[in-house]
DNA sequence: CACCTGCTTCGATAATTGTAGAAGTAGAGC
DNA sequence: GCTCTACTTCTACAATTATCGAAGCAGGTG
């Protein structure tokens, strides 16, 4: 019960930098194939070791998978994961009183 | 632009505490009328003085609304504000290629 | 008008997180 | 097998965040 409650906020605090934020978004538009560490880099404008450790924390919260293909690094989306996020925010709105809110 | 990531991410970071996530999962199911700072505390047992910070940061993020009443003060959800959110998120899915995922 | 309740604000300390240079690694190409 | 590219891991320092006791404050109550 807690462990679950504990996912979901590794996984929104994840979620919660500008920067992780940021390539999240771009990585979830760029679709299921992945986007490579390059791309990103080419995005987000930073040193290669931060935006890795930034890539790290994404996909130690299972925001992201990553894949090797020849020296480059994919990184695409868990879109399964972000939406058991995002309803997990809703989960049992309103069930102690109240209503119109959902 | 950026203001608009920033904020969202401030929103996302403020749920991103195990606490501060319990909170507003409860206050969300406690629905619109806002459930007191004392119900709060009888929930996630920790020192009014812990809660009352977390509390404040919800607040400054916008993901909930104050309101005191007597010597109770009222936490309600901002139901808008955290449909936005979890929107965001979602937000021009794939739009770089791919389908299926959204 | 003391004084109690229900919370907030202050202040100090501990713990976590962010940043980036330097060094390391795996694979492709000559 | 050297070298280049594309990253990751290591290491260290800076900045932010979390925790909680103590003090403060705005209503109510006797």
């Not at 309803?87 to 069930?95: A, F, H, P, S, V």
Request: proline share 4%; net charge positive; with cysteine.
């Amino acid at each position: 019960m807690t462990a679950k409650l504990d996912r979901h906020a590794e996984q929104l605090s994840a979620l919660g930098h500008p920067v992780r934020l940021a390539i999240l978004r771009f990585v979830v538009q760029g679709g299921p194939e992945g986007t490579t560490a390059g791309d990103i880099q080419g995005r987000v404008k930073m040193p290669a070791s931060t935006l890795s450790h930034h890539l790290k924390r994404l996909v130690d919260a299972g925001m992201l998978t990553s894949r090797g293909e020849a020296n480059y690094h994919y990184y695409a989306p868990d879109f399964r994961a972000l939406r058991m996020l995002t309803d997990y925010l809703w989960e049992d709105c309103c069930k102690r009183g109240g209503e119109g809110c959902c």
